[in-house]
């Protein structure tokens, strides 16, 4: 069946300029998660929805992030007057658990890699 | 201090040799632990969830010690498309926090 997919792939973006990435999760899946990858790092967790409920933004570095998952399936992660250290990949994963206790197993898509000049 | 510790390495093996990566934690609250495995330029994929009575999944071992906040991973028989880096996972409330991964090579 369809994975999680993400869009665009690749971006890149002058500082200062506004950006929105998608994540299409799996059919079904409660849970959806906003990582941050920098080069050499492991994913860096951004904040995290239960349905289209945004339950943990604890990982937004600043102001300039923001998410959204209006109808529980589909989110989008915005990020406001772009700077060049916000250049990363950015994961989307999803996991079916419904409890909210347990996330269980999550399934990434394959990122967006966005470069800010 | 980071919620994960990981030895970045890297790892050079040659093909056949056992392999064993280490992760220590620092919030004893902490629920379920996972390893994940990532390609180059490759979205991470889970390898195995990791459970405190240690569970095996073919050539792969995984070991949890909660008393030592301490996860391993033991590879037998290294093959040489387990070339990758292995990231450890530990879930804390809603939260994954993920280890800044192990580089392993498995060299013909």
């Known amino acids: 069946g369809a994975g999680v997919s993400q869009s665009p792939r690749y971006k890149v973006a002058k500082r200062g300029q506004d950006v929105a990435l998608r994540c299409d999760p799996i059919?079904?899946?409660?849970?959806l998660f906003w990582y941050q990858q920098a080069l050499g790092q492991g994913p860096e967790f951004l904040t995290y929805f239960q349905n289209e409920a945004q339950l943990d933004k604890s990982g937004l570095p600043s102001d300039r992030f923001f998410a959204e998952r209006p109808e529980g399936s589909v989110s989008t992660l915005k990020i406001q007057r772009t700077q060049q250290e916000d250049s990363a990949v950015y994961l989307c994963?999803?996991?079916?658990?419904?409890?909210?206790?347990?996330?269980?197993?999550?399934?990434f898509g394959p990122g967006t890699r966005l470069t800010v000049l | 201090r980071k919620e994960v510790e990981q030895d970045p390495g890297p790892f050079n093996v040659p093909e056949g040799a056992t392999v064993a990566f280490n992760c220590t934690y620092s919030n004893s609250a902490s629920q379920s632990f996972f390893w994940y495995r990532q390609d180059c330029r490759k979205e991470p994929k889970l390898l195995m969830s990791?459970?405190?009575s240690g569970n095996e999944d073919g050539r792969f071992t995984a070991q949890l010690n909660r008393a030592s906040q301490y996860i391993s991973l033991l590879i037998r028989d290294s093959k040489l498309s387990d070339s990758a880096t292995y990231l450890c996972v530990v879930n804390t409330g809603n939260q994954f926090y993920f280890g800044t991964g192990t580089s392993l090579t498995v060299i013909p």
């Open positions: 990791v459970y405190s």
């Open positions: 059919s079904g899946h409660v849970s």
């Open positions: 994963a999803s996991s079916l658990d419904r409890s909210g206790r347990n996330p269980g197993t999550q399934y």
